[in-house]
């Protein structure tokens, strides 16, 4: 009987993000691999941190994914003079009542859209924190559960930095993974030019799932099974990481904690119930790399994260009978 129900859970697993991937790609046109991460993401009930240069697509991928989901989408301008209250919400006074009614920030939502989260105050950019971490916000005291599922899928500009405050370490930790949109290819960005100048595709992008449906699959994900040896391959890898010569920050649990989850949501979308080791090895440089700092010889001789742990995975030998 479990075993029926596991199977039937992974195949609506797959028939659910086939919907989302392809309404998605209706809009976000030519880029199959950054929305398959997207909801990868999704479904590790993970967040998303956006970087690229403006005007490739980094909002459009997050609303996007909203649209497609029937669920509460929430889109937050980060400006210097944004407020951490205006994230997560405030106590008012109400005189008829004689006392405090909490009144819910940007935060209360499924999806959360954050647009240029590095322009705001590192102030701001912490009342993310909780939310992100924990999935509940504490204000004055008492503490709010989020709705679920919840995700942040923040975008930030890393070419112009004036008048910016750089996520630190522990705020970029908090996200799953981190993609580039990239440009698109010639005929893609025909197609786009064609299709986007007579309307917005988002006003025709219509729901294909709910959220009561993705939250009942992020539970499924999570229980889809990884054996002890590819726990230990994981483990490995944060490991070696630690101690590499060409990066001065390793990583964090709470990265090698992420990649089995993302791994788990990979294999789910590939059809399997149990992960592999390659599914660690495709998500790991989009769930690691922004998370590890480079030594200062790397970077005199132009590595890129990317190409580090590239070459981690080569260095790694993956565990003998999961191949």
Request: with cysteine; charged share 25%.
């Amino acid at each position: 009987m479990g075993e029926d129900r596991g199977v039937s859970e992974l195949d609506e697993v797959q028939v659910v993000a086939a919907r989302i991937q392809e309404a998605m790609s209706a809009v976000v046109v030519g880029k199959d691999r950054v929305v398959r991460t997207a909801v990868t993401v999704l479904l590790a009930q993970g967040h998303l941190l956006v970087e690229d240069v403006p005007g490739v697509g980094k909002t459009l991928l997050a609303k996007a994914l909203g649209r497609s989901i029937d669920c509460s989408v929430q889109r937050v301008q980060f400006t210097p003079d944004l407020l951490p209250s205006d994230v997560t919400g405030v106590s008012v006074f109400n005189q008829d009542a004689r006392t405090f009614e909490f009144r819910p920030g940007a935060v209360f939502a499924n999806i959360v859209v954050g647009d240029e989260i590095n322009r705001a105050s590192p102030k701001t950019q912490s009342a993310l924190l909780e939310a992100m971490a924990e999935g509940q916000v504490t204000v004055d005291g008492t503490t709010y559960r989020l709705e679920e599922p919840f995700m942040v899928m923040a975008t930030q500009n890393p070419i112009e930095m004036e008048g910016t405050y750089p996520l630190p370490e522990a705020q970029r930790d908090r996200f799953m993974a981190r993609i580039e949109m990239g440009y698109p290819d010639p005929a893609a960005e025909l197609a786009m030019i064609g299709s986007h100048s007579e309307t917005d595709p988002l006003d025709e992008l219509e729901p294909v799932t709910d959220s009561a449906t993705v939250a009942r699959l992020v539970q499924a994900v999570r229980r889809l099974y990884a054996s002890p040896a590819v726990l230990q391959y994981v483990v490995d890898l944060a490991v070696a990481s630690r101690h590499h010569p060409r990066l001065r920050l390793g990583v964090s649990p709470r990265a090698a904690l992420h990649l089995v989850r993302a791994a788990r949501a990979h294999a789910a979308l590939a059809g399997r119930e149990h992960v592999l080791p390659d599914d660690v090895q495709r998500l790991a440089v989009p769930v690691l790399a922004h998370r590890v700092i480079l030594s200062n010889d790397a970077r005199l001789a132009r590595d890129t994260a990317e190409q580090v742990l590239t070459d981690l995975l080569r260095e790694v030998p993956v565990p003998a009978g999961v191949r």
